[in-house]
């Protein structure tokens, strides 16, 4: 089976960041070229980060959901795929050149089964905003990541809720979306239980499990995770700040390598390749070095610089 690593948003080799415009400021200065001007430098700047990965043969990304500030806001009614294809048309070439899996992870702002009206609305809005980018981005097969959301008045009336609100979704992206274990309030059973009743992949974060862990072990429940898809699965890995309790669901700057070789033997038993998202507040570097420790530390035969055979 053939793992894949890839980091999340922003390269801290490259150091370059995106840029905002809260929409605060844009109501006091009304500024629509400033608007533009950070649209166009956010563009770029995923362009470079791409043509980076390219370079360095790392093949799964996850796209900051910052790239088109104020996207959702229907007061300003901006039309942000025209003014730009000739930038989303480079990207599409970085991201085809070697067969690049990108995805989304809309903001912790997405809940989709809020109690509140409003919330839902908006949350509707990120989706839709969202599954535009893939479009304009031909991505081949593409993906949102959510978490299941709030647990307001009880697990099973939360999932139930989201349940509804999913159904209310254009089909397109009904699609596209996959459900990740959270680190306090739905854990992978609780995934799993909602995949069984609406039919989407379920992504795995094993520290997510460790912090919040249900009845079953991984072991268990590996191969009912793995049936939920149709592509190669998805997982994300992380190592916590520090053992201490209250630290203890923050992300490490760095990957426990120790800890990162007891999950590949837990998932070694899938027997399919497996696309592993390392998420890590060093990013590309923590990438970097958790492949050089692999390296050191065992026998695995690497295909390229992220790439290996379990």
């Keep these: 089976m053939k793992i894949r690593l890839g980091y999340a948003c922003i390269s801290e080799t490259l150091r370059t960041n995106y840029k905002t415009y809260t929409y605060s400021n844009f109501i006091k ?10 649209i166009i430098s956010n563009l770029f700047h995923l362009q470079e980060l791409l043509k980076y990965n390219n370079k360095n043969q790392i093949h799964f990304f996850r796209i900051s959901s910052n790239l088109i500030p104020l996207a959702t806001k229907k007061e300003i009614n901006m039309n942000y795929y025209t003014k730009y294809k ?16 990108v995805d989304f992870h809309p903001s912790e702002y997405c809940v989709l089964n809020s109690t509140k009206k ?30 299941i959301g709030s647990k307001e008045f009880g697990k099973e009336k939360s999932i139930t809720r989201f349940i509804n609100n999913f159904k209310k979704l254009p089909q397109n992206i009904q699609n596209v979306i996959a459900v990740e274990n959270d680190d306090k309030s739905f854990n992978i059973e609780d995934c799993l239980m909602l995949s069984q009743k609406i039919n989407i992949p379920i992504i795995l974060d094993y520290h997510h499990h460790r912090c919040n862990p249900g009845k079953k072990s991984i072991e268990e429940v590996l191969p009912k995770i793995i049936s939920t898809w149709k592509t190669t699965p998805k997982m994300h890995f992380s190592s916590p700040k520090s053992k201490l309790k209250k630290e203890m669901r923050s992300h490490n700057d760095y990957i426990d390598t120790e800890e990162f070789i007891k999950f590949l033997n837990i998932i070694k038993s899938a027997k399919t390749d497996i696309d592993i998202m390392v998420e890590a507040k060093k990013k590309d570097e923590a990438l970097f070095r958790l492949t050089r420790e692999l390296k050191y530390q065992t026998n695995l035969k690497f295909l390229d610089d992220t790439t290996f055979v379990l």
């Design 29 to 38: 200065d009304r500024n629509k070229q400033k608007l533009e001007e950070i």
């Design 86 to 101: 000739t930038y989303y048309r480079k990207i599409e070439k970085e991201i085809r050149q070697n067969n690049m899996r």
């Design 118 to 147: 409003e919330v839902v609305n908006q949350s509707i809005e990120i989706l839709k905003y969202h599954y535009n980018l893939l479009c304009y981005l031909n991505v081949e097969k593409p993906l949102l990541v959510l978490h």
